[in-house]
């Protein structure tokens, strides 16, 4: 199922400025879009609209039921293991605990975790949490993954080994996947589409045509040469 946001425009109760204003986008079923612009621009905030976290005063999305959202930092239960976190959702589902061990193991094998299985958060980097709140979210086998800034506490080394973990996932389980980024160079290295969002509104879409991976090749650093005049325009 696309997904298909309509004239949107959302207001906070406690902001007089919309956070996003009559934006109108297609994101058709398993692609991997990207969301970049300066802060405040209302990145996040398309991620809730999509997810059903918040509901616009205007316009009409028409979405996938079933999202899963990883958040920064991973947003783990500290009293829960690893695997307990990423069997949470699943168990709440009513899943057979047979179900359960499978898809847990599944994506903690493809996240590189399985060895902390029984490890609490506290006892893990940030990229290990990370890895943890990426699986939970998978685990859960959603139409759509939304990711919301998850690599902007992490060092370089474990956040380009995330972004190739996340271009496997993504080739793996073909979902549509939805991330916000600050970065221009994320955004170019894993999307097929980069969508400019300034002030609440869509600015600029660009499609990414370029081969995986991408970081050292000419086109890529024309691309993002490209949406950086963008970016920085007036």
Not at 155 to 170: C, F, Y
Not at 173 to 190: G, P
Request: aromatic share 8%.
């Amino acid at each position: 199922m696309p997904i298909e946001l309509r004239s949107v425009t959302k207001t906070y109760e406690t902001e007089k400025t919309p956070a996003v204003r009559d934006i109108s986008l297609r994101i058709a079923p398993g692609e991997f879009v990207c969301f970049i612009g300066p802060s405040g621009c209302g990145k996040s905030t398309v991620l809730k609209l999509i997810s059903g976290l918040e509901t616009p005063e205007r316009g009409t999305i028409e979405a996938p039921q079933k999202t899963a959202m990883s958040f920064q930092f991973g947003a783990l239960f500290p009293w829960l293991t690893v695997f307990e976190n990423v069997a949470l959702g699943l168990r709440t589902e009513g899943k057979s605990e047979t179900h359960v061990m499978r898809a847990v193991y599944q994506e903690l094998d493809a996240m590189k975790i399985r060895e902390f299985e029984h490890k609490y958060p506290a006892d893990l980097s940030g990229g290990q949490r990370q890895r943890v709140g990426i699986a939970r979210a998978l685990a859960v086998d959603p139409e759509v993954l939304l990711l919301d800034e998850p690599f902007s506490a992490l060092d370089p080394q474990t956040t380009a080994e995330l972004h190739d973990d996340i271009i496997d996932a993504w080739r793996r389980t073909k979902k549509t996947i939805i991330l916000v980024s600050h970065l221009i160079e994320e955004a170019v290295s894993m999307g097929e589409r980069v969508v400019l969002m300034k002030a609440g509104r869509i600015e600029a879409d660009f499609r990414v045509d370029l081969p995986y991976p991408r970081r050292e090749s000419e086109g890529f650093h024309r691309d993002v040469m490209k949406i950086r005049r963008e970016f920085f325009r007036a």
